[in-house]
């Protein structure tokens, strides 16, 4: 491997425009080598002097590409995954790290056969709300938790006629791993879910809600995401024996890069919508606690070092299987209205 990491791009939607180029671009440590998109002009838009290629066997064959990040629909996730290992790439997907439990497992089979990294782009464990909910439960200032609720809320009354709302799972499989992972890092591997998803926008192609219960020994948790609230703000509310914290508003990285700003410099995430923490205490007022920036670029340096090898993977494998197969057993659930026992 050459010095830089070269990256290959399978894919040029949301994901690679916002997500992934960019970051990329940023790097002191990657650089971005080809990108496979069928419509050059809109990459070139972004990125003039961008390397565009019109299929993935070309990407794969470029030597000087260590790294394929799968940005693709997902139904290609596993077979352009498969394709990279096999062509001696690291690989890093987009979620859902697959369609099914059991892809996610030859994923993983593959992987180690070829002893190459593979990895699942669950960036929302950097976001800004996330990982000041991390410092707040790690330095003890909510107690025990006895519940949390986690909402990825939009107010998209119209439904678009796009691949991913067309997608089977819908807004499950879209963005129940990033509430799901979430959920994972904080508590573990839950013993059940009890889950109702449904499609409640008229002549809309897939799910567009979703309300999930993690049953654990002494705490449960609630992941929601509806298309139809417009007062969405609401994004954390977690509650314990020592006080509460209700976070309004989303992470800005996304809307940051969209909009065509690089992520760089020190104020990169900052998100200006602090938490509320209101102590257990009676008659102790709410407590403004400041948000930790939110910083992607945390995850692509913990990357970076990793390929090398001087650092562990920042999501394993492993853990991407563990989301896959609650998001399974959440659609069981709501398949069959009963909770299903992970």
Not at 296 to 303: D, E, H, Q
């Amino acid at each position: 491997m050459s010095q830089m990491i070269g990256v290959g791009l399978i894919g040029y939607g949301l994901g690679g425009r916002a997500f992934h180029a960019p970051y990329v671009e940023a790097s002191p440590e990657m650089t971005l080598r080809g990108i496979v998109s069928r419509d050059p002009a809109k990459v070139h838009a972004d990125l003039p002097h961008a390397r565009v290629v019109a299929d993935v066997t070309a990407l794969l064959a470029d030597a000087e590409i260590d790294l394929v990040v799968v940005s693709s629909p997902d139904e290609l996730h596993a077979e352009h995954a498969l394709a990279a290992l096999e062509a001696d790439k690291h690989v890093l997907i987009d979620k859902p790290f697959a369609t099914s439990v059991a892809d996610a497992r030859r994923l993983v089979e593959a992987s180690e056969r070829s002893e190459r990294l593979l990895t699942v782009f669950h960036n929302r464990r950097w976001d800004a709300d996330f990982r000041t909910l991390r410092a707040l439960l790690a330095d003890g200032r909510l107690g025990e938790v006895a519940t949390m609720e986690s909402r990825f809320d939009r107010w998209r009354p119209e439904p678009a006629s796009t691949w991913k709302e067309a997608r089977p799972g819908g807004s499950w499989i879209d963005l129940g791993p990033h509430l799901v992972d979430q959920a994972l890092v904080l508590f573990g591997r839950p013993l059940a879910i009890s889950a109702d998803i449904a499609t409640l926008r008229q002549g809309a192609q897939g799910p567009d809600y979703f309300q999930a219960t993690l049953r654990y020994a002494d705490k449960r948790v609630t992941l929601h995401s509806s298309k139809l609230v417009a007062a969405h703000d609401l994004r954390f509310a977690v509650h314990g024996t020592g006080g509460s914290w209700i976070k309004h508003g989303i992470d800005p990285q996304e809307a940051a890069t969209v909009a065509g700003r690089r992520p760089e410099g020190d104020g990169w995430g900052h998100d200006p919508l602090d938490g509320m923490l209101t102590p257990g205490d009676v008659g102790t007022a709410p407590i403004r606690i400041p948000n930790l920036n939110g910083d992607y670029r945390l995850f692509w340096s913990a990357l970076a070092a990793a390929i090398r090898g001087e650092a562990p993977n920042p999501v394993s494998p492993h853990e991407a299987i563990a989301v896959m197969e609650v998001l399974d057993a959440g659609a069981r659930s709501a398949a069959t209205r009963f909770e299903v026992v992970l």
